[in-house]
């Protein structure tokens, strides 16, 4: 156990610390790095995911030797959302399975905790050491304490995906409104429409031409930088003749 109360504070901010970077992924091996790390005698980390497709390691802090999804403490702890601990292998029998690839991996004992996660998701932090008995109370205190960070990395780490899925979402959004604007002056200057008939015209191309409103927008106003507007109207058949009366 960290003498310093301080340190671990520390390792608290890094494992949930976000930078521009990030995805789950990273904030995840991060997380088990530096657990690894913290926890006296912890050789080896494991985060378990169960969702509705099924129960997956999402990370490991290296090639185990063992499978963690042999019926045994992690998949427990993950299908009940209930701690787990394996105090001796060699004396506990409770999964014989899981037991014989543990020990033979060379380790002796583990801990798996429940962590809280967004949505429906459930999943689980395994600590495991080579030695017996290695998470006795204080140990499951300190591990307790990190586990619920851990829970907020992933919320972090949701969190963090959300707000970048919408800020991509608001620049398209954006960028849209801007080739819009762009398409409907060229048509307004070429044909002397006003604003909203300059819209409605570019509706109608998308819909005939079957494109959508933003990829036409852009293909008119390429055309004018390229000096082939003309041609390109003609192509998509939006001769004056055509779109001086559009429907409403």
């Not at 990030?22 to 169960?50: E, H, K, N, Q, Y």
């Not at 129960?55 to 499978?67: A, C, I, Y």
């Not at 993950?78 to 033979?104: I, K």
């Not at 004018?224 to 192509?235: G, Q, V």
Request: hydrophobic fraction near 40%; proline fraction near 4%; glycine fraction near 6%.
């Amino acid at each position: 156990m960290p003498d310093d109360i301080l340190s671990v504070a520390s390792e608290l901010v890094e494992i949930t610390r976000l930078v521009a970077d990030d995805d789950f992924s990273a904030t995840m091996a991060r997380f088990v790095t530096r657990l690894v790390r913290t926890v006296p005698g912890c050789d080896d980390a494991i985060i378990t995911v169960r969702s509705a497709t099924g129960v997956e390691t999402v990370h490991s802090s290296r090639d185990l030797g063992f499978d963690p999804l042999v019926p045994g403490p992690i998949v427990e702890a993950v299908t009940f959302g209930e701690p787990r601990r394996l105090d001796d292998v060699a004396v506990d029998q409770r999964w014989p399975s899981f037991g014989t690839q543990f020990v033979n991996a060379g380790y002796r004992s583990c801990l798996c905790l429940p962590v809280s996660t967004p949505g429906e998701e459930t999943a689980v932090l395994t600590l495991i050491s080579k030695d017996a008995d290695r998470f006795g109370e204080s140990a499951y205190d300190l591990v307790l304490l990190l586990t619920l960070h851990a829970g907020v990395a992933f919320e972090n780490a949701a969190l963090f995906h959300d707000s970048r899925e919408l800020v991509t979402q608001l620049r398209t959004a954006l960028r849209t409104r801007s080739l819009v604007g762009q398409a409907q002056g060229l048509l307004m200057r070429h044909y002397t429409y006003d604003s909203s008939h300059a819209f409605e015209v570019l509706k109608r191309a998308s819909q005939n031409s079957n494109r959508k409103l933003r990829d036409l927008a852009a293909l008119l106003v390429k055309a004018h930088e390229d000096r082939t507007f003309e041609t390109a109207l003609a192509d998509l058949g939006m001769a004056e003749q055509d779109v001086t009366s559009p429907s409403h």
